[in-house]
């Protein structure tokens, strides 16, 4: 054989040896980012079966196959049409007879920056990361045709509009102060059973989401009841019967008795009666007292001059024994705060407010539902794994922005649709209850960065579809009781907020510049 023939095929055969480890590097690499295991906890994430009434304990949801260990199986978000329950069951479909090429990249390294080497990360938790079930991978293409282009809109001008000004701040502040302040020392300088009441401010102004406004305030009279038995109203682990221990004479909260039970009707009717003739005495304010809203635990006081605010007084019991034992498994936050953080929040008081449980078109008026507002708001205040999240000399994130974008569509969607009963039931609860699940489920700092706040943003209203579509949002203090369960909220109703996310999510949120 001529020498130089020899060489060459030396050298061709030297090249083909080496191919197969190059493609597999080539292979590899996307593949590894893709398939980067979670560190979310999956216990945040809704379960995919439909919770019973909220007596009953919800279903646990079945593992999905997650392939390999160590590897999670990238799918792509759901489609518009999946939301709304169009999509073909996966047990119809064919499995894929070879393996799926891998997702498409919408732009290169040098076109997204940063940015670009996120986008995996994003459609991994969109996906996988909110445990969707979403049964065979589909197409890239096929979510994103759905999609206005990013920056279609801008969140942080929306926020800009939402921010409250100082002097309107400062303003609000001093009136609600001196209403509060006024019936708090009314209250202790009573001879009767709510002299020892002391004040705990919560809600979203004290949280610091509050949006649009500071015309709405929620103040809870806290008054200690030591030594008292609860009783668990139909599983439902929400809502207890009230009793004491021991009952000895000279309790004032004896008169509200009923069966041994601490009437919740009676209570807060006592209170509201004090709280109706006190606020005719508040000099230089105009402030009258709204209609009993049935159902609610809530004395809403509306001062009209010299501006509208409303302000909710909620009277509730405080105790310093342990936490029932429907919230063992609540408060999911030790991948996100820390297991001491966790501790020393279940060390603190709980509260029990006089909401009546629903029985039909009826309810049950002797109850007390568990309130957490008071931890709530620690949550918001401290809520970067980072001790130095969104201070002055730390890093900023996104949650809290988040938290007050989904409010805000809320509230926009129920201004636009105010002659339509369906959203009566939603309130910023909901949203919130929401959020807290998705900060469990993407605990790192670095998940909430704040130049991706519109791809955080979708995360949000991608688990809240998802709970809407499933009927279930689990309480977060308390996982049995479901928040959208049909005793809570009918299905007409979440099938039509779900419409309207939706047609908002694909067209750039044209409700946010609406009203």
């Given at each position: 054989?001529?020498?130089?023939?020899?060489?060459?095929?030396?050298?061709?055969?030297?090249?083909?040896?080496?191919?197969?480890?190059?493609?597999?590097?080539?292979?590899?690499?996307?593949?590894?980012?893709?398939?980067?295991?979670?560190?979310?906890?999956?216990?945040?994430?809704?379960p995919t079966q439909k919770c019973g009434p909220a007596?009953?304990?919800?279903?646990?949801?079945?593992?999905?196959?997650?392939?390999?260990?160590?590897?999670?199986?990238?799918?792509?978000?759901?489609?518009?049409?999946?939301?709304?329950?169009?999509?073909?069951?996966?047990?119809?479909?064919?499995?894929?007879?070879?393996?799926?090429?891998?997702?498409?990249?919408?732009?290169?390294?040098?076109?997204?920056?940063?940015?670009?080497?996120?986008?995996?990360?994003?459609?991994?938790?969109?996906?996988?990361?909110?445990?969707?079930?979403?049964?065979?991978?589909?197409?890239?293409?096929?979510?994103?045709?759905?999609?206005?282009?990013?920056?279609?809109?801008?969140?942080?001008?929306?926020?800009?509009?939402?921010?409250?000004?100082?002097?309107?701040?400062?303003?609000?502040?001093?009136?609600?102060?001196?209403?509060?302040?006024?019936?708090?020392?009314?209250?202790?300088?009573?001879?009767?059973?709510?002299?020892?009441?002391?004040?705990?401010?919560?809600?979203?102004?004290?949280?610091?989401?509050?949006?649009?406004?500071?015309?709405?305030?929620?103040?809870?009279?806290?008054?200690?009841?030591?030594?008292?038995?609860?009783?668990?109203?139909?599983?439902?682990?929400?809502?207890?019967?009230?009793?004491?221990?021991?009952?000895?004479?000279?309790?004032?909260?004896?008169?509200?008795?009923?069966?041994?039970?601490?009437?919740?009707?009676?209570?807060?009717?006592?209170?509201?009666?004090?709280?109706?003739?006190?606020?005719?005495?508040?000099?230089?304010?105009?402030?009258?007292?709204?209609?009993?809203?049935?159902?609610?635990?809530?004395?809403?006081?509306?001062?009209?001059?010299?501006?509208?605010?409303?302000?909710?007084?909620?009277?509730?019991?405080?105790?310093?024994?342990?936490?029932?034992?429907?919230?063992?498994?609540?408060?999911?936050?030790?991948?996100?705060?820390?297991?001491?953080?966790?501790?020393?929040?279940?060390?603190?008081?709980?509260?029990?407010?006089?909401?009546?449980?629903?029985?039909?078109?009826?309810?049950?008026?002797?109850?007390?539902?568990?309130?957490?507002?008071?931890?709530?708001?620690?949550?918001?205040?401290?809520?970067?794994?980072?001790?130095?999240?969104?201070?002055?000399?730390?890093?900023?994130?996104?949650?809290k922005d988040c938290l007050k974008l989904m409010k805000?569509?809320?509230?926009?969607?129920?201004t636009k649709f105010g002659n339509r009963k369906e959203?009566?039931?939603?309130?910023?609860?909901?949203?919130?209850?929401?959020?807290?699940?998705?900060?469990?489920?993407?605990?790192?700092?670095?998940?909430?960065?704040?130049?991706?706040?519109?791809?955080?943003?979708?995360?949000?209203?991608?688990?809240?579809?998802?709970?809407?579509?499933?009927?279930?949002?689990?309480?977060?203090?308390?996982?049995?009781?479901?928040?959208?369960?049909?005793?809570?909220?009918?299905?007409?109703?979440?099938?039509?907020?779900?419409?309207?996310?939706?047609?908002?999510?694909?067209?750039?949120?044209?409700?946010?510049?609406?009203?």
């Amino acid at each position: 054989m001529d020498p130089r023939r020899r060489k060459a095929t030396r050298s061709a055969s030297t090249v083909g040896a080496a191919a197969p480890e190059v493609l597999a590097h080539a292979v590899k690499g996307p593949r590894a980012e893709l398939s980067e295991p979670s560190a979310a906890p999956r216990a945040a994430r809704p379960p995919t079966q439909k919770c019973g009434p909220a007596g009953a304990a919800g279903s646990r949801r079945k593992k999905s196959a997650l392939g390999s260990p160590g590897r999670r199986q990238v799918r792509a978000p759901p489609a518009a049409d999946e939301v709304e329950g169009q999509r073909v069951s996966a047990a119809k479909q064919e499995p894929p007879a070879a393996p799926r090429p891998p997702l498409a990249r919408t732009r290169s390294r040098r076109e997204g920056g940063e940015r670009s080497s996120r986008e995996p990360r994003a459609v991994s938790e969109l996906a996988g990361g909110l445990g969707l079930g979403l049964g065979p991978l589909l197409p890239a293409s096929s979510f994103r045709q759905e999609r206005p282009a990013p920056g279609a809109w801008k969140p942080r001008l929306v926020l800009e509009k939402l921010r409250l000004r100082r002097q309107e701040i400062s303003e609000a502040a001093e009136v609600v102060n001196r209403v509060v302040d006024y019936l708090s020392r009314r209250l202790q300088s009573y001879e009767s059973e709510f002299r020892g009441v002391s004040l705990l401010r919560t809600g979203s102004y004290y949280e610091h989401v509050k949006i649009s406004a500071p015309n709405e305030f929620d103040i809870m009279f806290k008054l200690e009841v030591p030594r008292i038995q609860l009783e668990e109203y139909c599983k439902t682990g929400a809502y207890y019967f009230v009793k004491f221990k021991r009952n000895p004479k000279g309790n004032p909260l004896s008169q509200f008795l009923e069966d041994e039970k601490l009437s919740a009707s009676k209570m807060l009717s006592k209170f509201r009666k004090i709280i109706k003739e006190e606020i005719k005495n508040i000099q230089a304010t105009d402030i009258i007292m709204e209609k009993k809203k049935r159902g609610s635990p809530a004395i809403t006081l509306l001062i009209r001059k010299p501006k509208e605010i409303s302000v909710d007084i909620i009277l509730a019991l405080e105790s310093k024994s342990s936490w029932p034992a429907s919230t063992q498994e609540g408060l999911p936050i030790s991948h996100w705060l820390g297991t001491k953080v966790k501790t020393n929040l279940r060390r603190q008081p709980f509260y029990l407010v006089p909401k009546h449980a629903k029985e039909g078109n009826y309810f049950q008026e002797e109850t007390w539902r568990l309130s957490f507002s008071h931890i709530e708001k620690d949550l918001l205040k401290s809520h970067g794994q980072s001790k130095t999240c969104c201070e002055s000399d730390g890093v900023k994130c996104c949650r809290k922005d988040c938290l007050k974008l989904m409010k805000y569509l809320l509230e926009q969607l129920k201004t636009k649709f105010g002659n339509r009963k369906e959203l009566d039931k939603f309130c910023s609860y909901h949203v919130k209850t929401a959020f807290f699940h998705v900060c469990t489920q993407d605990p790192q700092d670095s998940q909430w960065q704040a130049k991706d706040l519109e791809l955080c943003f979708d995360n949000c209203v991608t688990y809240f579809l998802h709970c809407l579509k499933k009927e279930q949002l689990n309480h977060y203090f308390i996982p049995e009781f479901n928040l959208f369960s049909r005793d809570q909220i009918d299905k007409i109703s979440k099938e039509f907020l779900l419409q309207q996310i939706e047609y908002e999510r694909n067209n750039g949120f044209p409700v946010f510049h609406e009203f």
